[in-house]
């Protein structure tokens, strides 16, 4: 059997495709919006309108396709699909492996300001006996990674992980953290591979649970469940969309960059400790870059398939994840909770299902925490990992 190649990557945009993208902008269609109408219906288009002036006068992606390109990437076959993925090594005397999940509406650059502090502590003041070697790959149909050929993809993921880390990259045992969609695989990777997985980490417990019916909850979890249907109702028609109709929604997101840009970037507003000031934890740069990353390789159509797969996964399918969750998951996790995530559900909730070892309330920080609170992350990751180095 041939074992498929790990071939270094760079991200080279076509320069047809950024003229593209410059006509597109330009000729923006904008909606009529109420004035003084702020962000309370959604994306406030006065702010999205200097956004884009921005993006047109100011913001520069091969600057931003440079900086990305300072890590370590690698695309490889696992399994049949293509992954991208960012590899960079330690600077210590033994690097421990850890392997990062993104989510949505971020990315692999979610974890942009975290990869440094994790292979590199000493620069950081830390020690360098803390490093890592550090794997970030882009979920099947996300940035560069190969879009799935088929539904129900993200049950896979998991075991896609296990491939790369172990067959392609050596590594067999290793550490996982994740958040958002992140979290999902990293819980999978934990209950179908706990061989290998020393340890995990989140940074919240992952969506789907709340569907578990509880016949005995605490007073704090009934009082988590009841925020949980308030925000569906306030908060979560996003979900609903991507989980029943995504292809209804995608044609938009796919021909207008302004468009992807407001369903974004209200999400990383509302989501944020930024108490209404989006640009006091993201820069437009930042910004941008992370929607570039969806506009180059078209894959906003694709970002919501995990919705619709877990939405209408077969019976089949969850008889087979529900045998996996039978009992706590045997590997030690971590919770790492910031206040501003969009849920927060108490530590006996999260102890149905994991078998948790630190629980960590952390003073400040929203859902997209290796972006905003970058040191935070990294400390907690480094104190937790130690013991299983």
């Given at each position: 059997?041939?074992?498929a190649?790990i071939?270094?990557?760079?991200?080279?945009?076509?320069?047809?495709?950024?003229?593209?993208?410059?006509?597109?902008?330009?000729?923006?269609r904008?909606?009529?919006?109420?004035?003084?109408?702020?962000?309370?219906?959604?994306?406030?288009v006065?702010?999205l309108k200097?956004?884009?002036?921005?993006?047109?006068d100011?913001?520069?992606?091969?600057?931003?396709?440079?900086?990305?390109?300072?890590?370590?990437?690698?695309?490889?076959?696992?399994?049949?699909?293509?992954?991208?993925?960012?590899?960079?090594?330690?600077?210590?005397?033994?690097?421990?492996?850890?392997?990062?999940?993104?989510?949505?509406?971020?990315?692999?650059?979610?974890?942009?300001?975290?990869?440094?502090?994790?292979?590199?502590?000493?620069?950081?003041g830390?020690?360098?006996?803390?490093?890592?070697?550090?794997?970030?790959?882009?979920?099947?149909?996300?940035?560069?990674?190969?879009k799935?050929?088929?539904?129900?993809?993200?049950?896979?993921?998991?075991?896609?992980?296990?491939?790369?880390?172990?067959?392609?990259?050596?590594?067999?045992?290793?550490?996982?953290?994740?958040?958002?969609?992140?979290?999902?695989?990293?819980?999978?990777?934990?209950?179908?591979?706990?061989?290998?997985?020393?340890?995990?980490?989140?940074?919240?417990?992952?969506?789907?649970?709340?569907?578990?019916?509880?016949k005995?909850p605490?007073?704090?979890?009934?009082?988590?469940?009841?925020?949980?249907?308030?925000?569906?109702?306030t908060?979560?028609?996003?979900?609903?969309?991507?989980?029943?109709?995504?292809?209804?929604?995608?044609?938009?997101?796919n021909?207008?960059?302004?468009?992807?840009?407001?369903?974004?970037?209200?999400k990383?507003?509302?989501?944020?400790?930024?108490?209404g000031?989006?640009?006091?934890?993201?820069?437009?740069?930042?910004?941008?870059?992370?929607?570039?990353?969806y506009?180059?390789?078209?894959?906003?159509?694709?970002?919501?398939?995990?919705?619709?797969?877990?939405?209408?996964?077969?019976?089949?399918?969850?008889?087979?994840?529900?045998?996996?969750?039978w009992?706590?998951?045997?590997?030690?996790?971590?919770?790492?909770?910031?206040?501003?995530?969009?849920?927060?559900?108490?530590?006996e909730?999260?102890?149905r299902?994991?078998?948790?070892?630190?629980?960590?309330?952390?003073?400040?920080?929203?859902?997209?925490?290796?972006?905003?609170?970058?040191?935070?992350?990294?400390?907690?990751?480094?104190?937790?990992?130690?013991?299983?180095?």
């Open positions: 059997m041939r074992v190649m071939t270094p990557f760079k991200i080279q945009v076509d320069e047809e495709k950024l003229s593209e993208l410059r006509r597109r902008l330009q000729n923006t904008w909606p009529y919006q109420i004035p003084d109408s702020d962000w309370r219906s959604g994306t406030d006065e702010y200097e956004l884009v002036q921005y993006w047109l100011g913001f520069d992606w091969r600057e931003q396709e440079a900086s990305l390109n300072r890590f370590a990437q690698f695309t490889t076959d696992v399994e049949g699909t293509t992954i991208h993925f960012v590899h960079e090594r330690g600077n210590g005397p033994k690097p421990f492996p850890l392997i990062l999940t993104h989510g949505w509406p971020d990315s692999f650059y979610r974890f942009y300001k975290l990869i440094p502090r994790l292979t590199d502590p000493a620069a950081f830390g020690r360098a006996d803390d490093a890592f070697d550090v794997v970030v790959p882009s979920l099947p149909g996300y940035a560069f990674s190969e799935p050929g088929e539904h129900g993809s993200i049950f896979r993921v998991n075991d896609l992980w296990a491939t790369l880390m172990k067959d392609k990259l050596g590594y067999q045992r290793f550490g996982a953290h994740g958040g958002d969609w992140g979290g999902t695989v990293t819980e999978h990777l934990g209950r179908g591979h706990s061989d290998c997985v020393a340890a995990m980490h989140l940074t919240d417990v992952p969506f789907f649970h709340i569907f578990n019916k509880v005995d605490s007073v704090a979890e009934a009082k988590y469940f009841e925020h949980n249907r308030d925000w569906m109702q908060e979560g028609a996003y979900a609903s969309l991507q989980s029943t109709r995504p292809m209804s929604l995608a044609p938009a997101m021909d207008s960059p302004a468009g992807l840009a407001a369903w974004i970037i209200e990383f507003r509302l989501w944020s400790d930024c108490g000031d989006i640009e006091s934890r993201f820069t437009k740069d930042e910004l941008l870059t992370n929607i570039m990353l506009w180059v390789t078209d894959s906003a159509s694709t970002s919501f398939l995990p919705y619709y797969d877990f939405a209408n996964a077969s019976a089949f399918t969850w008889i087979k994840e529900s045998i996996k969750s009992g706590a998951c045997k590997v030690p996790a971590a919770f790492a909770m910031f206040p501003k995530d969009i849920s927060h559900p108490p530590r909730w999260a102890e299902f994991f078998n948790v070892q630190r629980w960590t309330e952390m003073p400040r920080g929203g859902h997209f925490a290796a972006m905003e609170e970058p040191e935070l992350v990294a400390a907690d990751l480094r104190d937790w990992f130690r013991q299983f180095r």
